[in-house]
DNA sequence: GTCTATAGATCGATAGAC
DNA sequence: GTCTATCGATCTATAGAC
């Protein structure tokens, strides 16, 4: 029998996918050794804490590529408009390529609800932000802009939900597509 | 030790209560049994299918509510935009008065997930549709009445989340609000 | 119709060989 | 660093007294 030797990020790789699957709650440590071809021993040598090591690990690795790939560019891309379709994009094709879940999302109801919040608060809290600071470059004012930014967040995630339930990714494609356009029509010059 | 007996109906009440705040599968029967002050064997007479059948009922009730508070008025309200501002301000409430927590949107995630998929999808498909249909009354055409009441049930959901993860119910006053607007706004005579 | 006691399965976590 | 074996706790569900 092969003993696969893999590093710590592969683990976090294969437990996002689990995560996403079946929950946190759900994805016991059977299935998340079964799914993963990762053996109790190993799963406790990378995440000593056990699941909540897990699910923490699975969760810093979710929010560092949203800091990469979404928050860092709505601050930096010159151009507002361009920022803000950028993001539209990223972010369908993000969730759309994983089981349409936002695990910072499904961590607002469950058991380890309390032990994550300042990390799901700070995620959100970001998100809105970074997008509202953008609008404000573009020269919306600074109410509307806060307004417009949290309910596209509120719209993208809530285009999570029905996916799922419809079962149907045209729902986030949608969603993705009209959101950009209200964003873009709030921008001086459109 | 007082022996109460109660109905169906009052147990309904009291787990829907134990899922809201605890989720579906962390609420095991221990908790449920603490929280409820139901015992053991009240709990299997009642269901005796178990946790499914407890996870039935609860979404029965909330689906009855759904017809009779929600789509049903957006069906049979004269004015179109009256029955719009009457479901954001019914919805508002309903949510921010039940710890604001959807259960056909937490049954979109987890285990049970495949057993109440068809539930789950007929609620919201019903939502969306009897909130098009409202629109349509009201001047709206075809394409942008379906993609405006999908977008409204997103942010509701959206907002659901966000209001969990940032812990303040004005997350969905404002949502509410907002939406309510957007919506009449699209309507004839606006 | 409600209770307690408990069966049987599965849980998260640990120990120790290799 | 990975494995297997296993612990004690907890889970859902059942049985049987009242």
């Given at each position: 029998?092969?003993?696969t ?10 437990l996002?996918?689990?995560?996403r ?7 016991s ?29 699975v969760?810093d ?14 601050r930096?891309?010159?151009?507002p408009a361009e ?22 999302a ?13 990390d ?12 509202a ?9 600074e109410p509307?802009?806060?307004d417009?930014?949290?309910d ?35 921008l001086?010059?459109?």
């Amino acid at each position: 029998m092969a003993r696969t030797v893999l590093d710590r990020s592969d683990a976090v790789r294969a437990l996002a996918g689990v995560f996403r699957r079946r929950g946190f709650e759900s994805g016991s440590l059977s299935v998340i050794q079964q799914e993963t071809g990762i053996g109790r021993g190993s799963l406790y040598h990378f995440f000593p804490a056990g699941k909540t090591d897990m699910a923490r690990a699975v969760l810093d690795e979710v929010r560092r590529w949203f800091d990469e790939n979404v928050f860092e560019p709505l601050r930096t891309t010159e151009d507002p408009a361009e920022a803000v379709t950028a993001m539209a994009r990223v972010v369908d094709e993000y969730f759309t390529s994983r089981n349409r879940v936002c695990l910072f999302a499904a961590m607002t109801l469950g058991d380890e609800q309390d032990a994550f919040a300042e990390d799901v608060r700070r995620y959100f809290a970001d998100w809105i932000d970074a997008l509202a600071a953008t609008l404000r470059r573009g020269g919306v004012t600074e109410p509307a802009a806060a307004d417009l930014a949290l309910d596209a967040v509120a719209t993208i995630q809530g285009a999570l939900i029905l996916a799922r339930a419809l079962d149907d990714d045209a729902v986030c494609h949608g969603v993705a597509q009209r959101t950009n356009a209200r964003l873009r029509s709030a921008l001086t010059g459109h």
